[in-house]
């Protein structure tokens, strides 16, 4: 029963990202729970394994590395909320993130020579370009932050990038994992 109920809530947030989120938002508003959803989801994603369907089955190193890359980006973002008001541990936090986002990319740039379809590279582009405009707008997030104090700008624009981080993965997933 819970196998069931987890695949079909994986499916409908494949389907529709953030369908997961408000639902759970809905279920809090109902009990009269008020909680920071985006920060709390944010903390979660350096506590929780990757998901077995989101992982990268094929041994090729290139594979298993994007998998690794996604996952270091992931936990570096989640410490976000309890770095965010220490200044210099948060400059430090957001340098690591700089160098995750880049490994991340090295490593699909890698990956997008090992496929062998075009409209599978072209799939991987787009996902990567998607990627890049995310993560610009984290920065430009970062800059206004230490202009404007809003943090919650900044969980918002980086649970964004968690999510083209899972779209990545998910699309040499889907690309390359059948070919294995």
Not at 13 to 26: K, P
Not at 73 to 88: A, F, G, V, Y
């Amino acid at each position: 029963m819970a196998r069931h109920l987890l695949a079909a809530l994986t499916k409908a947030e494949h389907s529709s990202a953030g369908s997961l989120m408000e639902f759970i938002i809905a279920i809090l508003k109902k009990a009269e729970v008020s909680i920071n959803m985006t920060e709390s989801l944010l903390r979660l994603q350096g506590s929780v394994p990757d998901f077995e369907d989101q992982r990268i089955r094929r041994a090729d190193e290139p594979f298993q590395e994007l998998n690794k890359k996604c996952s270091a980006l992931r936990k570096i973002l989640s410490r976000i909320p309890d770095e965010i008001n220490h200044r210099t541990t948060f400059l430090e936090t957001i340098k690591e993130i700089a160098s995750a986002i880049k490994k991340l990319l090295d490593c699909v740039n890698e990956i997008s020579g090992c496929i062998p379809s075009p409209s599978d590279r072209q799939a991987l582009k787009v996902r990567k370009r998607e990627f890049i405009r995310y993560s610009k707008k984290f920065s430009n997030t970062l800059k206004e932050f230490f202009k404007e104090g809003q943090a919650q700008a900044v969980y918002t624009s980086a649970a964004h990038l968690i999510h083209q981080t899972n779209s990545i993965q998910y699309i040499v997933k889907n690309k390359c994992d059948l070919r294995s």
